[in-house]
């Protein structure tokens, strides 16, 4: 069954910087609109970033914007998350989504995405 593997999360000091990756785990599919999630532990997964596949929008939770970039290479079919000036709070499993609906649809509520990778930790520390 299709899904998402993510990859590149690890183990940083605060104010450190991260590339996560996503992929297809069947390298024709393209959502119309592909995010990235997070959860911590005791909390509920909430939406990062989004970006619309056909490169116009992208979208950001309030607590990421600035300094967490959504991008796509669409030679690679990869989307990544460029996380900078990582704060302990940032730490969760992250988590890629794939939405058949425009992001303006779709947006950081995780209804609507239909294939999910199991997700790469990201720890921060103080």
């Known amino acids: 069954q299709l899904h998402m593997v993510e990859s590149g999360g690890g183990s940083v000091q605060a104010g450190g910087s991260l590339r996560l990756s996503c992929v297809p785990s069947?390298?024709?599919?393209?959502?119309?609109?592909m995010g990235w999630f997070r959860q911590a532990p005791g909390k509920e997964r909430e939406g990062v970033a989004a970006?619309?596949?056909?490169?116009?929008?992208?979208y950001y939770a309030g607590s990421v914007e600035g300094r967490f970039t959504i991008s796509q290479d669409n030679a690679k079919n990869t989307i990544y998350l460029h996380m900078n000036s990582l704060k302990p709070e940032d730490t969760a499993m992250y988590y890629c989504?794939?939405?058949?609906?425009?992001?303006?649809?779709?947006?950081?509520?995780?209804?609507?995405?239909?294939?999910w990778g199991r997700g790469t930790q990201v720890t921060v520390s103080s």
């Open positions: 989504a794939a939405a058949p609906l425009r992001c303006a649809v779709a947006g950081l509520g995780d209804l609507d995405y239909k294939y």
């Open positions: 069947r390298d024709t599919y393209t959502g119309s609109c």
């Open positions: 970006i619309d596949t056909s490169g116009i929008s992208t």
